[in-house]
């Protein structure tokens, strides 16, 4: 049973336009919200977080968006760049617990 | 050199064999994690320790022995390997259980 699911495994952006990857989750316990980043041969790293309280965080050119009534939050990267061109892994933490999602192939065209 | 380091970075080994995965981290941090990738299924948590000595299973445990003597050390045993655990492992630490976790660059492992 997935918990934390990434329905896109892939999707393809023309550089300068917006990326969006998406998440849902079906855990209402859930409080806080993690994007990670990927690149081939490296781990990991953290992108964005958001808690539960909040609806959006920003930094820079990510923004995600938290839709507690839908169990759904969203990754905007505006705009794309080629060097974001990566897997983008969804998770989500309760108390003693983070899980994460299937990933999202994002791949940036010139 | 500060960070999370994992060795080796690929190991091929037979059935039945046993193999370790080494995890060393220089930040102190309480919390280690040991997880699998693989395609379809994303990060998958097999083991994490909460400090030196205390270690706890994750979601897909079997198979798989940790321990955690030191605090900057996290080694993972398949103590009998098999094809199902050729993967690609990812070690992580952090201060708190749902901090943000800092990952290493992980180790590719097939199990012929």
């Known amino acids: 049973d997935q918990q934390v699911k990434q329905n896109s495994p892939s999707l393809s952006v023309q550089e300068g336009r917006i990326s969006i990857l998406n998440c849902d989750y079906t855990n209402s316990m859930f409080d806080y919200f993690l994007w990670y980043k990927k690149y081939p041969a490296e781990g990991p790293t953290f992108l964005i977080s958001?808690?539960?309280?909040?609806d959006k965080n920003e930094d820079g050119r990510f923004t995600v968006f938290l839709n507690k009534s839908a169990k759904h939050l969203s990754l905007h990267i505006v705009p794309s760049q080629p060097g974001d061109s990566a897997v983008y892994f969804c998770a989500a933490s309760a108390r003693n617990k983070l899980v994460f999602g299937a990933g999202t192939i994002l791949r940036v065209k010139s | 050199d500060a960070g999370i380091t994992q060795s080796p970075r690929y190991k091929i080994t037979e059935t039945g064999r046993q193999v370790t995965l080494m995890c060393h981290q220089t930040?102190?941090?309480?919390?280690m994690f040991w997880y699998r990738q693989d395609l379809g299924h994303g990060l998958r948590l097999i083991y994490y320790s909460a400090a030196a000595d205390i270690t706890d299973k994750g979601e897909v445990p079997d198979g798989y022995v940790v321990s955690r003597s030191k605090t900057e050390n996290f080694p993972l045993t398949l103590e009998s390997a098999t094809r199902s655990q050729t993967s690609v492992y990812f070690c992580?630490?952090?201060?708190?259980?749902?901090?943000?976790?800092?990952f290493g660059p992980g180790t590719r492992l097939t199990v012929l």
């Open positions: 992580a630490s952090s201060q708190q259980m749902t901090d943000t976790q800092y």
């Open positions: 958001i808690s539960s309280i909040k």
């Open positions: 930040w102190s941090h309480s919390y």
